[in-house]
């Protein structure tokens, strides 16, 4: 699971970058009958994303239009991806031209060469009406290679961006970290309290107006055994076999 982390307008040294996305095109905010996510203008929005973790490293420009523009013909309306990816990647790998994140793996040393390139892929993504459900950072490395203040930098960067949502996430164990995650953003309880919770809620309002549905939406990881990883997995079979029988 992923918990949002809206950490922008944080003050840092370097000054926000210009953008022209329209502000009032991109807010989103929570319908009257708190059942709904509208956009400014009153219209229904929904929440379709699609996972392109490592973006930022492996899309030069083509590639990213056609993606955009794939995912958009979709209907897709959200893109998941890590500015500093990890699982698969180390820290500072270099994007499809070549550049690092940052010079000698350094945080508080960016390549300004790699950063023009992500700030083009998140504009670029605004030109489809694509949000970015955007990680600073693999889970992973906050707390190493990851700082708070890279954090701030990278949010202040972006503070004018407003196709982008927060997100503070990325598998890892918290371990002794916790100060530094609860730094990071509130630590939120959305496995499985939350989701039995929110479908006990909603279920009884749909009864009552007997239309409605609920999709839970997990990952393969509900049908198959993870070593060192079994409270995640069993997190996903909860929600794929006895929330869903419940």
Not at 187 to 216: M, P, R, W, Y
């Amino acid at each position: 699971m992923i918990a949002m982390l809206l950490v922008g307008n944080q003050i840092a040294k370097t000054s926000p970058i210009s953008n022209t996305l329209e502000s009032n095109k991109w807010t989103l905010v929570i319908s009257q009958d708190k059942m709904r996510i509208q956009k400014a203008d009153g219209s229904d929005w929904f929440w379709l994303g699609d996972t392109g973790w490592s973006l930022f490293q492996e899309l030069n420009r083509e590639d990213a239009e056609y993606y955009y523009s794939t995912r958009a013909s979709q209907g897709f309306t959200v893109i998941q991806a890590v500015v500093i990816m990890g699982w698969s990647r180390g820290w500072n790998d270099t994007n499809a031209y070549g550049h690092h994140p940052f010079h000698n793996g350094d945080a508080s040393n960016p390549n300004e060469e790699f950063w023009q390139h992500t700030d083009w892929l998140i504009k670029k993504a605004s030109e489809y009406g694509l949000y970015l459900a955007l990680l600073p950072s693999w889970g992973s490395y906050w707390g190493d290679q990851a700082s708070i203040e890279y954090a701030r930098w990278v949010t202040n960067r972006y503070r004018n961006f407003d196709n982008i949502i927060w997100v503070n996430g990325g598998d890892r164990n918290v371990g002794d970290d916790l100060e530094l995650f609860n730094q990071l953003g509130e630590v939120f309880d959305t496995d499985i309290d939350a989701l039995t919770t929110l479908s006990l809620f909603f279920s009884k309002k749909f009864v009552n107006k007997n239309k409605g549905g609920i999709i839970n939406v997990a990952s393969v990881a509900a049908f198959f055994p993870i070593p060192h990883f079994a409270v995640y997995g069993s997190s996903k079979s909860y929600l794929m076999e006895t929330l869903f029988s419940e």
